[in-house]
């Protein structure tokens, strides 16, 4: 058994079912092994290698399995960076595994040679380059334990070709698996029950309670036991980008998304108006709180912080308690003690007033959801995508125009509907590709993606690939012909001085029609909706160019950005 075939064997014995990769001259041992271990491993060919991370990125939100990805040397490391680095950042276990150069030719400008090990090491939890073929089953078990304890990451492996075509003697196989780290998060930690009791009294004795969930609360499956724990002390939920979907949106706890991009404004007013806040699954980072303005500093005010990683607790605020562990465990045992210390409580005062803030605001944007006007509002557009919404979806949007339209005003129905959007760097070009892994770790789910004209040219070639596995994605273009996003702030803080920020409109439906979807060309309300109508009646993937107001046209719900204009206009006034 050579080395290439006994890490295949290790893939399977964790139940790897999928791989995503591009081929390459240093990959060949490995593609054989693959091939002869169908159909227990299938390969997943993208079109590039950043693109094979993305898609391993949104299997492993969805799947809860570590995602497995490959590319050949030299050039294929240098394209992963961008997704391996954004899954380890938005604490995803991703594996990418790199076969590389023979290591005889270190040091002698063999061609692809690169020191993949140097290039990972800051911005995965763990880079290695194996040396001996002898080591394949213990460094595998290495990356997935690694990959999925603690607070879950990405992992990168360079296998040379010694190692993949050397010989492993029969005496020294070991390929056995720690099945516990086939998912994640593994080895779940509990919270200390003291601490668990003290957070259970402030949540009692509190008059205006809230509960902020982030993304780390969607990785640990907490959403039921969140919604359970808030009924019964009628508790206000909010949730940042990244938690977003965590429980039905048209619930009545539940009152939207916080922070700068996409934000509502009655669970802004909630956060500021509690005395005791619980982070679940939050780093409380930059865009959440506003650049750290919110909650502002109250001597009285209460805030709780539950994470699986210490390093994050207490990191941009005093925290009044910290607890590491992970979230559902931990809300699990908080629910217990609740129960045994107060009765289940009606529906506050503070809730009923909270969603009569709600519901004006929603009757306030009912206006913009049918307007007519062309180009085509954003928020039409979501509106119109709210109404066809099935009840089991997964949402994938990209930076830039379809998110903060989305953040505020998609409706997802719960039944495990989820929203993914890379907030780690906000890279484009992720929701195509996305979609490749999100349709192999939800079957049952519809798969709609959201994307703007600057991400498809970064990720347009994986239109193909969606045409070749016949995934059934209804794919929506925000077409605006600029990078709208850069060129709004050109608007607000370069005095309008704008460069490098508008491109030719091109025909993308014909791109889409090239690579195999069908696809409309849309510009009109009325050609929106038979649009969308046709696109939920195809059981293939289908292409949607939508022409749509800029946001220089009309400022998006960006609260830093509304701030700035209204500081303008004061000045120009002044």
Request: net charge neutral; charged share 20%.
């Amino acid at each position: 058994m050579n080395g290439a075939h006994a890490l295949v064997e290790m893939l399977k014995a964790y139940q790897v079912e999928l791989v995503f990769g591009v081929p390459g001259d240093t990959s060949l041992p490995l593609y054989e092994a693959l091939h002869n271990a169908a159909p227990a491993i299938r390969h997943i060919l993208a079109r590039d290698e950043r693109s094979a991370t993305f898609m391993a990125d949104a299997y492993a939100r969805l799947a809860h399995k570590p995602g497995i990805c490959e590319c050949p040397s030299g050039a294929g490391p240098l394209y992963s960076v961008p997704g391996i680095a954004e899954a380890n950042a938005s604490s995803i276990p991703v594996i990418l595994i790199t076969s590389d150069i023979p290591l005889a030719g270190e040091g002698k400008q063999t061609i692809t040679e690169l020191d993949c090990q140097k290039l990972f090491d800051s911005i995965t939890k763990w880079s290695s380059v194996l040396k001996s073929v002898s080591k394949v089953p213990e460094v595998v078990r290495r990356a997935f334990r690694i990959a999925t304890t603690g607070r879950p990451g990405a992992i990168h492996l360079a296998f040379p070709k010694e190692v993949t075509t050397g010989e492993l003697a029969d005496d020294k196989v070991d390929l056995y698996a720690e099945l516990e780290c086939a998912t994640y998060p593994a080895y779940r930690t509990r919270g200390a029950r003291g601490e668990l009791e003290k957070i259970a009294d402030y949540l009692i004795q509190a008059e205006r309670p809230i509960i902020i969930a982030g993304g780390g609360a969607n990785h640990a499956q907490a959403g039921h036991v969140i919604a359970n724990l808030a009924e019964w002390l009628s508790i206000p939920v909010v949730t940042t980008i990244s938690g977003q979907g965590l429980f039905a949106d048209d619930h009545p706890l539940a009152l939207g998304v916080i922070g700068d991009n996409g934000f509502h404004p009655h669970a802004h007013q909630a956060v500021e108006e509690s005395d005791v806040l619980l982070y679940v699954g939050c780093k409380m980072g930059s865009v959440s709180t506003i650049n750290w303005s919110m909650p502002s500093r109250k001597p009285d005010r209460k805030i709780i912080q539950i994470d699986l990683n210490p390093e994050m607790l207490g990191n941009n605020f005093q925290n009044t308690l910290s607890v590491a562990g992970d979230a559902r465990l931990i809300m699990e045992d908080l629910f217990v003690l609740i129960q045994a210390k107060a009765l289940r409580r009606p529906e506050s005062a503070r809730t009923k007033k909270l969603n009569l803030e709600r519901a004006r605001f929603w009757e306030a944007a009912e206006g913009e959801f049918v307007s007519d006007a062309t180009p085509l509002k954003p928020q039409r557009i979501i509106a119109a995508l709210n109404k066809r919404m099935p009840k089991v979806s997964v949402v994938i949007a990209d930076a830039g125009t379809p998110t903060p339209y989305t953040t505020r005003y998609l409706k997802l129905r719960g039944n495990n509907s989820r929203f993914l959007i890379p907030r780690a760097y906000g890279g484009l070009g992720y929701a195509i590709p996305a979609l490749v892994g999100a349709h192999f770790a939800r079957p049952d789910a519809r798969l709609i993606g959201l994307f703007g004209d600057g991400s498809l040219g970064m990720s347009a070639g994986e239109l193909e690939t969606l045409a070749r596995l016949n995934i059934p994605a209804v794919l929506l273009h925000f077409n605006n012909s600029m990078f709208g996003w850069i060129k709004c702030l050109q608007k607000l803080h370069s005095a309008e001085k704008y460069l490098s920020v508008d491109f030719t409109p091109g025909n993308p439906a014909m791109v889409a029609r090239g690579f195999g979807l069908k696809a409309l060309e849309i510009s009109t309300a009325a050609e929106l909706e038979v649009g969308l109508d046709e696109a939920f009646a195809q059981n293939g993937p289908i292409f949607l160019d939508v022409v749509c107001e800029t946001e220089v046209d009309q400022l998006p719900p960006v609260y830093t950005w509304h701030r700035a204009a209204e500081k303008l206009t004061k000045g120009q006034k002044g």
